[in-house]
């Protein structure tokens, strides 16, 4: 204690390097508990044990036309794998779409859009902030129903309830019967609550257009034309060298062929000669 009163600019100095030290040591403690519990919180929001599995890729002439350009995923596949697989937990098909979503006078276009199951809410460990989820019944009958984000309540409905009401879907009455729960932004800062969930057998066959007999909605597209000369100009189409060629050709004295058009009154003349005189 003499020391310290000998020494008193000493003594704070020490004492509050002390102070700065261990308050610097426990702030990065808890900004790194904190950033790890972040980090944690975004991987299970997007789902920590989550398998994603996309169809298979086309390739033509050396031109590659992406992922899902080809049928080599079905809704059974889900079922097989739930099947004979004793380690997956829950498997839900989802087919992707984007287009406008209309209430009233307000519009927006959601940046995921899918088609899926009931099991998609347990695969993806979401809840429901209000309503109900749609059920099997729903996706065996193609009900127009769906679960909206809370990004679209608050674009389309301004923060108003919006169970049992109507919204269009590409000019398609869906009823709202379940927002929900909001789980933010993902760690690429892409906004998860911007979404719209229906059964997959209305958005594949009422919004996205496709055939009961085609059941990939990408292959619909890959089977699509492409925009050729052969498209541009069929082969049934006549070719100008064809038009050309119904004209009369004759060869001019020197022997070299040339085209003749005959005057509306030679071709007269032609199709109605004059009487022969007696």
């Not at 790194?32 to 944690?40: H, P």
């Not at 060629?245 to 060869?251: C, D, E, F, H, Q």
Request: aromatic share 6%; with cysteine; charged share 20%.
């Amino acid at each position: 204690m003499r020391a310290l009163r000998r020494n008193p600019m000493r003594a704070l100095l020490t004492t509050l390097g002390i102070v700065i030290g261990v308050s610097a040591v426990i702030a990065m403690m808890e900004i790194g508990a904190g950033s790890s519990a972040a980090v944690q919180k975004s991987i299970s929001s997007m789902g920590a044990n989550v398998v994603l599995v996309m169809p298979g890729t086309a390739t033509s002439s050396g031109i590659s036309f992406g992922t899902g350009s080809v049928m080599t995923l079905t809704p059974d596949d889900a079922e097989a794998i739930l099947r004979d697989c004793p380690s997956v937990r829950t498997a839900a098909p989802a087919i992707r779409a984007r287009t406008q979503v209309v209430y009233g006078s307000r519009n927006w276009v959601p940046s995921s859009m899918y088609g899926t199951t009931p099991a998609f809410l347990d695969v993806r460990d979401w809840s429901i902030a209000d309503g109900e989820p749609f059920t099997q019944r729903d996706v065996l009958n193609g009900n127009k129903v769906c679960l909206i984000g809370q990004t679209l309540v608050r674009e389309l409905f301004e923060g108003q309830s919006p169970i049992g009401k109507e919204i269009r879907v590409k000019n398609v009455a869906f009823r709202v019967v379940g927002v929900l729960g909001s789980k933010g932004a993902n760690m690429m800062g892409m906004d998860q609550d911007d979404i719209l969930l229906a059964p997959w057998t209305t958005i594949k066959y009422r919004v996205t257009g496709s055939t009961l007999q085609n059941t990939n909605q990408s292959a619909a597209a890959a089977s699509s034309s492409v925009n050729t000369l052969s498209n541009l100009y069929p082969s049934g189409q006549p070719s100008h060298n064809a038009r050309r060629s119904r004209r009369p050709i004759t060869r001019c004295p020197c022997g070299s062929p040339t085209s003749t058009r005959f005057s509306p009154q030679r071709r007269a003349r032609r199709r109605f000669p004059p009487p022969s005189s007696r």
